[in-house]
């Protein structure tokens, strides 16, 4: 009930008839009517049970009781104002903590540059990103223990696809396996030669087998790892060829030869959150960066 009857308005007219030292520059500092001060005045020291003020000619004087409350009201508007402040950066996206997901070969090698940029202009905003593949990506954005997904192949229907944004496949060869002068590869010249494929039942693997079917081609299938990473390191060190996105190899981590081929194998990769749930404002503003910065990486790296 004390609680109820004491208004945080009240305690700014009481804080600010103090420290002004008048009711008049009290009413002119808040824009009400020095009535309206005197009535907070009044309601205040009705709320707490204390008398507040004495008069001591035509001035307000605080009691020893008053001294003391206002001690106590100076700190609680404080916290007041420094919730108000973080209220505000909040809203503006400035602050928060934002938890990611993302498949290997995203967040291996494209979400490092892109969450670096982001972050050294949002200092104030704390970012997880977990590695994870597909299916594990989905239960934990089920579960809501992430906030957004960046995961590739057909999205569940019950999850919002914010942006999606094509792969960039090439063909990658040791140093020196294919003539300079070969621009483009056609997969039916490779048949036979050692491939290095990702595991089966990832997306990547079974978009790939589903290319290689509707054109009735086939490959000879070496070896299989879970990564696009280890098989770029394995094609470096002599071990095959192999069809990998082209951002693994973009900044010459690797040393071999790129090359398109043909027919392009279509590959995307998809921004995805859960369509029920409210999304926190620096997960808001996080993905309407993403959403730019995804839209440049739409033509060849």
Same mark, same amino acid.
């Given at each position: 009930?004390?609680?109820?009857?004491?208004?945080?308005?009240?305690?700014?007219? *009481?804080?600010?008839?103090?420290?002004?030292?008048?009711?008049?520059?009290?009413?002119?500092?808040?824009?009400?009517?020095?009535?309206?001060?005197?009535?907070?005045?009044?309601?205040?020291?009705?709320?707490?049970?204390?008398?507040?003020?004495?008069?001591?000619?035509?001035?307000?004087?605080?009691?020893?009781?008053?001294?003391?409350? *206002?001690?106590?009201?100076?700190s609680?508007?404080?916290?007041?104002?420094?919730?108000?402040?973080?209220?505000?950066?909040?809203r #503006?996206?400035?602050?928060?903590?934002?938890?990611?997901?993302?498949?290997?070969?995203?967040?291996?090698?494209?979400?490092?540059?892109?969450?670096?940029?982001?972050?050294?202009n949002? #200092?104030?905003?704390?970012?997880?990103?977990?590695?994870?593949?597909?299916?594990?990506?989905?239960?934990?954005?089920d579960?809501?223990?992430?906030?957004?997904?960046?995961?590739?192949?057909?999205?569940?229907?019950?999850?919002?696809?914010?942006?999606?944004?094509?792969?960039?496949?090439?063909?990658?060869?040791?140093?020196?396996? *294919?003539?300079e002068?070969?621009a483009?590869?056609?997969?039916?010249?490779?048949q036979?030669?050692p491939?290095?494929?990702?595991?089966?039942?990832?997306?990547?693997?079974?978009?790939?087998?589903?290319?290689?079917?509707?054109?009735?081609?086939?490959?000879?299938?070496?070896?299989?790892?879970?990564?696009?990473?280890?098989?770029?390191?394995?094609?470096?060190?002599?071990?095959?060829?192999?069809?990998?996105?082209?951002?693994?190899?973009?900044?010459?981590?690797?040393?071999?030869?790129v090359?398109? *081929?043909?027919?392009?194998?279509?590959?995307?990769?998809?921004?995805?959150?859960?369509?029920t749930?409210?999304?926190?404002?620096?997960?808001?503003?996080?993905?309407?960066?993403?959403?730019?910065?995804?839209?440049?990486?739409?033509?060849?790296?």
């Amino acid at each position: 009930m004390f609680r109820d009857q004491m208004s945080i308005r009240a305690l700014e007219a *009481f804080h600010a008839v103090v420290t002004l030292g008048s009711v008049a520059a009290a009413a002119e500092q808040l824009h009400v009517t020095q009535p309206a001060v005197s009535h907070m005045l009044k309601s205040l020291a009705d709320a707490t049970g204390l008398t507040l003020f004495r008069k001591q000619g035509r001035r307000l004087v605080l009691t020893e009781d008053g001294q003391v409350f *206002f001690n106590d009201v100076s700190s609680a508007l404080n916290v007041l104002s420094g919730l108000q402040a973080s209220a505000k950066s909040i809203r #503006s996206a400035r602050t928060g903590n934002v938890r990611l997901g993302a498949i290997p070969v995203v967040a291996d090698h494209i979400l490092p540059d892109l969450l670096g940029c982001y972050m050294k202009n949002n #200092s104030d905003i704390g970012i997880s990103l977990e590695v994870v593949e597909l299916h594990r990506a989905i239960n934990l954005l089920d579960a809501g223990s992430i906030d957004i997904a960046i995961l590739s192949g057909s999205p569940p229907d019950h999850f919002k696809v914010h942006a999606a944004f094509p792969g960039n496949t090439v063909l990658v060869a040791p140093p020196g396996h *294919f003539e300079e002068e070969q621009a483009k590869i056609s997969l039916s010249d490779i048949q036979e030669a050692p491939f290095i494929a990702l595991s089966a039942g990832s997306p990547f693997r079974y978009a790939l087998d589903q290319h290689l079917a509707a054109h009735n081609l086939s490959l000879n299938i070496r070896a299989q790892f879970r990564t696009q990473s280890a098989i770029a390191g394995l094609v470096a060190a002599g071990a095959g060829i192999s069809i990998l996105d082209r951002s693994v190899v973009a900044k010459r981590r690797f040393d071999v030869q790129v090359l398109e *081929f043909g027919p392009p194998l279509q590959w995307s990769f998809q921004l995805l959150t859960r369509k029920t749930g409210i999304l926190s404002t620096a997960a808001e503003h996080l993905i309407e960066f993403l959403q730019i910065q995804f839209a440049r990486q739409t033509g060849p790296q």
